[in-house]
């Protein structure tokens, strides 16, 4: 998806913007509101900007609002278009989700989806919410849609080891690395600690316990620097973006690419496949997961078990817009260093081993031999088990 150039992220720039390029594309475009945290206005805000496109005469529908309950942010709909959801029932349970082919069917200029994260009710017809909306930008209908920044599928790791948090809804990062725009709602830990004693974010009963665990001071600072980390990267990659059409460029700069070599540890590799997404990211570079597979570990040699966790990592790689590589070769070292030349890569993640001190001495380790290389291959030796078992 091309990018146009950012605005500014208020109401007035990121409105317009989207005024101006509406009618100009086909393929729907992708705007999305992130925060720190549940109750910095990301779905507020969208409701706003709903009314005014509307009455700039664009024809703006709400595929799915999400309002927990919050008096303010109801009131906002107001007399915007909003499509019925659909009714799926779930174990004795009827659940309300998009209805994805009631939005389609209405074909809206925009539509407003919320929780970009969110997971579906069996039954639907994606897994994930943000696969409705790919779908939807696929009909040429433009998305609003928001998202926590601990939802993002690169930082889950980062947020268990350091706010001790497990995130099981998440959105792979290149579907917000591909938004047309990337618009962060900030608010200071101090602000929003207050709006949640207000009662303006979680009913009373549930305050005490959000303000003691979740909601304390330290993670809310963490968590809103990740969220203006990620809005920076998304600058950034506009930037180049628009620096690479000016000069005519096809290619990303080979400079810049990145390859993680997957550990025989599917645990481990997880890990090492976030990192190397993370920092790929911020290089706004394209970046390749590869997996040497020796004799030792063909499918004939390991346990149906084994084989299944390789499996999820490998298409763990591809949701984090990894491109995925395999080879065959007794030799991992060699094998890595041949790919990387081979793709222009100049950045190579590996994961720190478990090989004896004399091995490491000598440098015949496999991550002693990728990082004497003679061809100016820089190497990251990342350490996967701290994260990969807390």
């Not at 101006?20 to 393929?27: D, G, K, S």
């Not at 009131?75 to 989700?97: D, K, T």
């Not at 991992?332 to 490491?360: C, K, M, N």
Request: proline share 4%; with cysteine.
């Amino acid at each position: 998806m091309s990018i146009e150039p950012p605005r500014e992220p208020d109401a007035g720039g990121s409105t317009t913007s989207f005024v101006e390029i509406l009618r100009r594309r086909e393929r729907g475009r992708l705007k999305v509101y992130i925060g720190s945290a549940a109750g910095t206005g990301k779905t507020y805000r969208m409701l706003q900007e709903a009314h005014e496109l509307m009455r700039r005469g664009i024809d703006v529908v709400v595929g799915f609002i999400e309002t927990h309950g919050r008096a303010e942010t109801e009131a906002q709909i107001g007399n915007l278009e909003v499509v019925p959801r659909r009714s799926i029932e779930y174990r004795g349970v009827v659940l309300e989700e998009l209805d994805l082919d009631g939005v389609i069917r209405r074909r809206p200029q925009v539509a407003l989806v919320d929780e970009l994260a969110h997971t579906n009710v069996p039954g639907s017809g994606h897994r994930k919410r943000w696969q409705d909306v790919l779908s939807l930008l696929d009909e040429g209908i433009t998305v609003i849609s928001a998202v926590n920044v601990q939802h993002l599928e690169s930082l889950n790791d980062v947020l268990q080891r350091t706010l001790g948090v497990t995130v099981r809804e998440t959105v792979p990062d290149w579907v917000v690395d591909a938004a047309d725009q990337v618009v962060n709602l900030d608010i200071s830990a101090e602000d929003l600690r207050q709006r949640l004693m207000d009662g303006r974010i979680y009913p009373a009963e549930k305050v005490p316990a959000a303000l003691a665990n979740f909601f304390t001071d330290e993670n809310l600072a963490t968590l809103r620097e990740l969220a203006l980390r990620e809005v920076a990267s998304s600058v950034d990659r506009t930037r180049e973006e628009i620096v690479r059409r000016e000069e005519g460029a096809r290619e990303p700069r080979a400079v810049d690419r990145l390859l993680v070599a997957m550990s025989s540890d599917p645990e481990r590799s997880r890990v090492l496949l976030r990192k190397g997404s993370r920092i790929a990211g911020r290089l706004n570079s394209d970046w390749y997961c590869l997996w040497v597979e020796t004799p030792g570990e063909s499918p004939d040699r390991i346990d149906a078990t084994r084989q299944r966790k390789l499996v999820d990592a490998i298409q763990f790689a591809q949701t984090l817009g990894g491109e995925f590589v395999k080879v065959h070769a007794p030799d991992v070292a060699a094998a890595i260093l041949r790919e990387a030349r081979a793709r222009g890569v100049t950045l190579v993640v590996v994961g720190q081993g478990h090989t004896r001190w004399w091995s490491r001495l000598m440098g015949t380790s496999i991550v002693g031999r990728l990082v004497q290389n003679a061809d100016g291959i820089d190497v990251l030796v990342a350490s996967a088990d701290d994260e990969a078992r807390p």
